[in-house]
Nanobody
């Protein structure tokens, strides 16, 4: 079993920044892919980006590329989502997910393990 716990959400003004963290515990292997998703009010769940635990290679959705950055700290077993230049349309519940995979899936149904999510609200 893999347990994921997100933290760092909150309210920020447009143009501001936030850093989310996803603490990973339980059975983990180097071949895990970690991803961040978000779901805004009235919207479908959206893949934001992901990182391979083994080599920290990343992929990003076009909607956040250049503004968001994903990294991982092996010693702390934590994945981070750094969000800059936030806009009201970034308001959503942000969740991290994990899956044993040699690549980074972009579909939510490819991930077996999920955190509880953390709310990010961007005010205009």
């Amino acid at each position: 079993q893999v347990r994921l716990v997100e933290s760092g959400g909150g309210v920020v003004q447009a143009g501001g920044s936030l850093r989310l963290a996803c603490a990973v515990s339980g059975r983990t292997f180097g071949a895990y892919a970690m991803a961040w998703f978000r779901q805004g009010p009235g919207k479908e769940r959206e893949f934001i980006g992901g990182i391979k635990w083994s080599d920290s290679s990343t992929v990003y959705a076009d909607s956040v590329r250049g503004r968001f950055s994903i990294s991982r700290d092996v010693d702390k077993s934590t994945v981070f989502l750094e969000m800059n230049a936030l806009q009201p349309e970034d308001t959503a519940v942000y969740s991290c997910a994990a899956q044993w995979s040699l690549r980074i899936p972009t579909a939510a149904d490819m991930y077996e393990y999920w955190g509880q999510g953390t709310q990010v609200t961007v005010s205009s």
